[in-house]
């Protein structure tokens, strides 16, 4: 082979190497639209019977494709059915105290399960979430990007800028495909599968005076959640009255 052939060669092999790991970081992020998505958060449990079919209808939104970009669905386990003899996983306090916070925010005395809550505001429709919404520009950009941290977690950067005073940013790692047998409660004797199910809430993070939030969060991950199934949603809302003014959602990268 002729040198020069040889250099142009070892060349283009190095910009492959060098290329592969741009492309994938690209891959694993992502960034809002001009227009406001709708966030539906679930407040669900697995000691509650009438909580399955709303379990299974946000686990159906996995598969709508004009829902891409659109919609971010979260479901937030809560503790307080525990009590009647079966304990939910992947219930929480900080779930609990999140579905009272933004009753109160939104001045409601609506606190249920299951209870949706779609931008922040108690929603009982059957029909598509994005019903009766007129597009509205969104009041902050979210950029999100994930990164593997080996078995020890995820590291989730990007930024979050505010065109407006007032807004603060939760995130939450969620994780999809989950299954639980009940053996105890309400739900006794049922096989309960679960997608969007919340397992970190971080926050509330506040932006600078310039509006703008610099993402630097590492999350760690217990032993028994699967990596493949995992995400991260970025949700800014209105520290006054509890309304989601953008939302976005990134699912894991394989590592």
Not at 55 to 74: F, H, I, N, Q, T
Not at 190 to 208: A, E, F, I, S
Request: glycine residues 8%; positive net charge; hydrophobic residues 40%.
């Amino acid at each position: 082979m002729k040198p020069g052939r040889f250099t142009a060669l070892m060349l283009a092999c190095l910009c492959g190497m060098l290329a592969a790991p741009v492309a994938r970081a690209a891959a694993c992020a992502a960034q809002s639209g001009e227009q406001r998505a709708v966030l539906l958060e679930l407040y669900t449990s697995e000691g509650c019977d009438s909580c399955p079919p709303a379990d299974r209808r946000l686990s159906g939104l996995k598969d709508r494709a004009e829902y891409a970009g659109r919609l971010v669905p979260l479901a937030f386990h809560v503790d307080y059915w525990d009590r009647l003899g079966w304990t939910d996983r992947f219930a929480s306090p900080l779930h609990t105290r999140r579905q009272y916070a933004m009753a109160e925010l939104a001045r409601s005395r609506l606190v249920y399960t299951p209870q949706f809550l779609r931008n922040g505001r108690d929603w009982r429709s059957g029909g598509s979430p994005l019903d009766g919404l007129r597009d509205s520009a969104a009041a902050a950009r979210i950029v999100l990007r994930i990164e593997t941290l080996g078995a020890a977690g995820l590291a989730v950067g990007g930024e979050v800028v505010a065109v407006r005073p007032g807004l603060e940013t939760w995130l939450a790692l969620y994780e999809n495909n989950l299954e639980s047998v009940v053996r105890a409660g309400e739900n006794a004797g049922k096989t309960l599968r679960h997608d969007y199910v919340v397992r970190r809430l971080v926050g509330p993070l506040t932006p600078d005076r310039e509006g703008r939030l610099a993402l630097r969060q590492q999350i760690a991950l217990d032993a028994d959640w699967k990596r493949a199934d995992l995400g991260v949603a970025a949700l800014v809302q209105d520290r006054a009255s509890g309304e989601i003014v953008q939302a976005l959602q990134r699912h894991a990268c394989p590592s």
